[in-house]
């Protein structure tokens, strides 16, 4: 495994040696990119000599001449990439697309999880803009860790201090011990809502955004899944090289059933928002508003429960959305489903960034989470399938 770990311009720096040292005892290989601000707290030839490996500064100069970019170099085969410290200068450029250096231009390019570790005066972190772009590269998925509480350079006590190296490091190890385990397997991953056609221009669908599955994938893009993506509608605009897309909960069933066969998942997750109900008789043109109609709604099928009586070696993850009896419900999907997971929620995480979430498994353990953002809690659900595997 291999990471990158870019050191910024704070007093902080110098932890980035030992945050270094702990990767390579637990044989991770680690290439250090320095800012050239980070030169004044820290000295090249200490990371050179500690962590026994080439030190990245420069973007250009001595690598002019080679045939391959200096960052794509350095990007190869990357696990991860972990900012620590991380200055808001660094912050501020990441989010908002400025690359006027190698770390910089490194962090843009990459497609690999990047974990900041924030450094800097309270003032500095609680100001509209740091925060700004904090929310804006949590929603591109980047992991924060911390900052802490604690005595600041100027001696005061505030939340700005970067965390320990040791806690940094378990939180990517925790990362890379996941990707290892889930690299180059596959998965079938569906999510958005269905629509069920009424007449030729009407339909009834749900409030499913789409944006805890697209969480799901962006977490598995990350630990190196190979990935086929089956999708109903989204609130957003999403673009993958496997993907189909679909409309009806017949079409979903469909798709979902050749997909099965054709690519061989060893996950399922289901995250669409499936239609329960189809009506009865559907009109083939717009029905005039001259008088009022009634709509009888028919059971539609359960593609979960149909698939997974076919379902041999993939692990089947469900959801369950409930607002009443929630843990009895969702205990009972899980076996009229025949799923290995669910992940329970209530309706609040409709549209929202945020989720409650609970994970039940067969054994019939639950496992309760603070409120998440999405991303956090697809990493819950892929620590859990790594449990069940
Ligand atoms: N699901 C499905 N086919 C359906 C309905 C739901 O495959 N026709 C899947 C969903 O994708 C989800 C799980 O089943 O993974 C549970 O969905 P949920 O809406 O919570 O429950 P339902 O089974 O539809 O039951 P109810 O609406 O009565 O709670």
Redesign the pocket.
């Known amino acids: 495994m291999k990471i990158i770990l870019g050191v910024t311009g704070s007093v902080a720096a110098f932890k980035a040696l030992e945050l270094g040292r702990i990767f390579i005892k637990n044989q991770i290989d680690v290439i250090p990119v320095l800012t050239k601000n980070s030169l004044y707290f820290v000295g090249k030839d200490s990371f050179e000599s500690l962590l026994k490996t080439e030190c990245y500064i420069e973007m250009f100069s001595k690598n002019i001449l080679q045939k391959e970019p200096i960052h794509l170099k350095i990007l190869r085969d990357a696990d991860a990439i972990v900012v620590a410290p991380c200055t808001a200068n660094m912050i501020g450029k990441f989010a908002n697309g400025i690359a006027d250096d190698l770390l910089s231009t490194i962090l843009l390019s990459t497609k690999v999880q990047v974990f900041i570790a924030p450094a800097m005066h309270e003032d500095l972190w609680d100001s509209e803009a740091v925060q700004e772009n904090v929310k804006k590269l949590k929603k591109r998925g980047v992991i924060f860790i911390g900052p802490e509480k604690g005595e600041l350079s100027d001696l005061k006590i505030g939340k700005g201090r970067m965390s320990e190296p040791e806690k940094i490091f378990k939180e990517v190890y925790e990362f890379l011990k996941l990707r290892e385990k889930f690299k180059n397997k596959k998965l079938l991953l569906?999510f958005g809502r269905t629509e069920e056609d009424i007449d030729s221009v009407r339909v009834i669908t749900n409030r499913s955004s789409g944006k805890m599955g697209k969480a799901i994938f962006d977490t598995a893009f990350k630990m190196g899944f190979e990935i086929s993506v089956i999708k109903g509608k989204t609130d957003f605009e999403f673009d993958f090289k496997r993907l189909k897309e679909v409309r009806t909960?017949y079409e979903m069933f469909e798709t979902i059933k050749n997909e099965f066969i054709e690519f061989k998942p060893d996950v399922f997750i289901?995250?669409?928002?499936?239609?329960?109900f189809i009506p009865h008789l559907k009109e083939k043109e717009k029905i005039k508003k001259d008088k009022e109609i009634e709509i009888f709604l028919n059971k539609?099928?359960?593609?979960?429960?149909?698939?997974s009586k076919y379902k041999e070696n993939t692990i089947f993850?469900?959801?369950?959305?409930?607002d009443k009896d929630i843990f009895e419900?969702a205990k009972k999907?899980l076996i009229e489903?025949n799923l290995d997971i669910?992940v329970l929620n209530t309706p609040e995480a409709l549209s929202s960034e945020f989720t409650k979430i609970w994970i039940l498994n067969k054994k019939g353990e639950i496992k309760e989470f603070p409120l998440l953002s999405k991303k956090e809690a697809s990493l819950k659900i892929f620590e859990e399938i790594i449990n069940v595997l």
């Open positions: 569906t909960s289901m995250n669409a928002a499936v239609s329960d539609n099928i359960d593609i979960l429960k149909e698939i993850v469900g959801f369950a959305l409930e419900n999907k489903k669910i």
